[in-house]
């Protein structure tokens, strides 16, 4: 027959697996908590990162509409010197000869060119 013999030198041993247990729950708590707060700091980053980019993006785009006006006020003012009105009002046009005989002719279907 088998006998166990009771060992108090072996009595503390469950208690000392209780502790580790605790002591394991407690690097977890400590663990779990530090890894929340770094994880927050780098969310916080990433956000802020995020909003200037959104920033600059406005910043861009506001001046990409002055640009965009400006170029439609200098092809204004480079299409005000070509206008017919001009063409009509330069020199060289008025100083050209009145025609004596004025004829046309029918280059396409409704299109006609004037001869003198």
Same mark, same amino acid.
């Given at each position: 027959?088998?006998?166990?013999?009771?060992?108090?030198a072996?009595?503390?041993a469950?208690?000392v697996t209780?502790?580790?247990?605790?002591m394991?729950w407690?690097?977890?708590?400590?663990?779990?908590?530090?890894l929340?707060?770094?994880l927050?700091?780098?969310?916080?980053i990433?956000l &802020?990162g995020?909003?200037?980019?959104g920033?600059d993006? @406005?910043? +861009?785009k506001a001046n990409? +509409?002055? +640009?965009?006006k @400006?170029i439609?006020?200098?092809?204004?003012?480079l299409?005000?010197?070509?206008?017919l009105?001009?063409? @009509?009002? &330069?020199e +060289?046009?008025?100083d050209l000869p009145?025609? *004596?005989k004025?004829?046309?002719?029918?280059v396409h *279907?409704?299109?006609?060119a004037f001869?003198?």
């Amino acid at each position: 027959m088998n006998v166990t013999y009771f060992d108090p030198a072996h009595a503390h041993a469950p208690e000392v697996t209780g502790l580790k247990i605790t002591m394991h729950w407690q690097y977890f708590k400590v663990g779990t908590f530090v890894l929340t707060v770094v994880l927050a700091i780098v969310y916080l980053i990433m956000l &802020n990162g995020l909003a200037t980019q959104g920033f600059d993006m @406005e910043t +861009l785009k506001a001046n990409q +509409l002055e +640009l965009h006006k @400006e170029i439609e006020a200098i092809d204004i003012s480079l299409a005000i010197p070509s206008s017919l009105y001009a063409l @009509e009002s &330069n020199e +060289l046009i008025q100083d050209l000869p009145e025609a *004596e005989k004025k004829s046309f002719v029918e280059v396409h *279907e409704s299109e006609f060119a004037f001869l003198y």
